[in-house]
């Protein structure tokens, strides 16, 4: 959606290098990110991403890869991030019931859940960008193609996801008080994968081109990135302390010292 924009001549010859530079290493740190949630799923017998997170991610992909982006770049990113999501999906579902002891409903309907959140979040999506595009939201005027504005659409609608990932992160883990499903590894290409890929990238694009790019620093923006750093911030800090007091067990899971006994189970 970015790609393929020409910017007016006073904008620095770096723009687009940067731009695609920094928007290839947050597709390459989120794709090795999801294999590791998938793996770490598997091999913990658990699941590593929110039930709210994946559902939205997951439908945020079908409708962007299948429906909306024209770039070959992303399609074949959102194409491939869907795909990875079917392990996530399989760990979740399959694992996923030893998580909700504490309630049964969920648990005996984890499947059903999740099928329902995607369907509200592929009818959440669809709904945003038939709105934008039908609209004209956002006219690109300025770089002489009206009509519009998908690069900001796009900015919008990723940033309510990594807003929900990170927050439903943090509440998982702290909730949990286990890490199993989750890794440092994992933690740092989510991380570096959202600073670099996402807010340095829209960064760098607001400050070569600001006005083409001024919602980045508008005050909802702001809003969602700051949350957004702040929480991945906290789920480090967090993540270190349950890691040191919990107990790795045979089967691979890892549990609280305090229900060693398997309360977990």
């Not at 960008?129 to 504005?149: F, K, L, M, T, V």
């Not at 996402?198 to 083409?212: D, I, K, Q, S, V």
Request: aromatic letters at 16%; charged letters at 15%.
């Amino acid at each position: 959606m970015a790609f393929g924009a020409v910017p007016p001549p006073h904008v620095s010859p770096w723009f687009t290098p940067v731009y695609e530079a920094t928007f290839h290493f947050g597709g390459i740190c989120w794709t090795l990110c999801y294999l590791l949630i998938a793996r770490e799923g598997l091999r913990t017998k658990s699941y590593g991403m929110p039930l709210l997170a994946l559902a939205n991610n997951f439908a945020w992909e079908m409708v962007y890869a299948l429906w909306v982006v024209d770039a070959p770049q992303e399609k074949i990113a959102m194409t491939v991030w869907m795909l990875i999501d079917v392990p996530i999906i399989y760990s979740t579902v399959k694992n996923g019931a030893c998580e909700w002891t504490h309630a049964p409903a969920v648990q005996k309907n984890l499947a059903k859940i999740l099928l329902a959140l995607t369907a509200l979040f592929v009818a959440a999506h669809w709904s945003f960008q038939s709105w934008w595009i039908a609209n004209g939201i956002g006219s690109r005027d300025h770089d002489g193609s009206p009509g519009p504005d998908l690069t900001q659409m796009a900015y919008w609608a990723v940033s309510m996801c990594q807003l929900l990932v990170s927050t439903t992160s943090l509440a998982m883990l702290i909730v949990r008080q286990h890490t199993r499903g989750a890794s440092w590894a994992i933690w740092a290409l989510r991380f570096f994968g959202t600073l670099v890929g996402l807010n340095f990238n829209y960064g760098w694009a607001w400050y070569t081109w600001p006005e083409a790019h001024e919602y980045f620093m508008s005050a909802p923006a702001i809003f969602i990135w700051a949350v957004t750093t702040v929480c991945d911030i906290l789920y480090a800090l967090v993540f270190y302390r349950v890691r040191r007091s919990e107990k790795v067990f045979g089967d691979g899971r890892r549990r609280p010292e305090q229900h060693r006994v398997g309360k977990l189970e």
